[in-house]
């Protein structure tokens, strides 16, 4: 009882502060609208397209990127302004098909095509498309240089009975997927966001919380609980339980109002509802640590939001793990986010269940297993000292 006593203590500090519902509640479901209105898939983005070249193939890139019923195709003719106009957001992507594209694919050597997008999630999401359509174009000129080498035809007839093949009616249909289709490529236009900002504001609010615990002790509160017949390992579990709850509360808050309000589907619901568990246990684990490190209130609350911030970035909680380079991918992971990012993921966008984020799980599992025992630990000190 005198566990649950200081935990309802927590959670009605919460609800009392205006203040903290604004950015417990509401902004993480504003910031939700504004990236899926911005970013998601409930609008026909525009794509500059700039040919260098005049050629056959040059000019088959640009028109299969203008069939394409993803985007609005506007033609360019110069670089500066291309990019000037996708840093302004007038067009969400740009392409360059290069003054050598067509020498490069008759020649055999690869042809490089310059994309131009911003770094967030809608932008992978668009560039899988652009290479779909140059994976079609990839697959005719390679069927051309089969026929070829087999002395059936020279490669330009080659290349039109290809072409002919592909877009024409019955025979044999060859369908050429890259891995950014395959990843984004049945999901609403909230439902990449919904899972990052899930991560990032459960996360950021537990470490912010933890001047919540600091004037606790400043304000002699905790100093009288100990003085009363109520043991450490309650006071342990009930501000555990505090900080656990309010973040539960928060997750399941976005998890729910998402689902409501945006349409978000969020996959298996065990497996999500574990992956919410974890990193709710996580984060209340550090919350607790940071409030037991730090003796001043304020100074721990800009160090959470800073560090919180900062785990995110690196995580893949602010822009998708699938622009980083590979080394980075790799360092992302040694923070909870990016394995929490992946369950997610995985649940969303590939239909798993828990068993298909067992990794993800065990991994979370150690993390909140360490955070949660440095966290007590580390108050236990304190609270004794």
Known sequence: MKAWAITSTNIKRLVRDPSTIFFVFIFPMLLILVLGASFGGGFTPKVGVLVQSDGAFAQAFADGIAENDEFESLDYDDAAVLLADVERGVVQLGVIIPADYDDALVAGSTAAVEYIGRLDQSSVQYRASIEAVASDQSAVVRAARVVESEGLADFE????????????????????????????????????????????????TSLAGSAALIQTRRLGVSRRMVSTPTSIGQILIGETGGRFAIAM????????????????????????????????????????????????????????????????????????????????????????HAWAIDGFAELIRRGGTLSTIATEVAVLSGFAVVMMALGTWRLRAKLTH
């Open 157 to 204: 007839s080659a290349v039109a009975a290809a072409q002919l093949v592909a877009s024409g009616p019955g025979g044999s249909e060859v369908i050429v997927s890259t891995a950014g289709e395959a990843l984004f490529g049945d999901i609403g236009q909230f439902d990449l966001g919904a899972p990052s900002n899930l991560v990032l504001f459960v996360f950021l």
């Open 249 to 336: 509360i928060q997750g399941l808050f976005i998890m729910v109002g998402a689902a409501i309000a945006f349409d978000v589907k969020w996959g298996n619901l065990l497996g999500a509802g574990t992956l919410l568990v974890l990193i709710a246990l996580i984060g209340a684990g550090a919350g607790m640590l940071m409030g037991a490190i730090f003796d001043n209130d304020e100074q721990a609350g800009s160090m959470g939001v800073f560090i919180g911030l900062g785990f995110a970035a690196l995580g893949g909680a602010m822009f998708p793990l699938e622009i980083f380079p590979d080394t980075m991918v790799t360092v992302a992971h040694i923070t909870p």
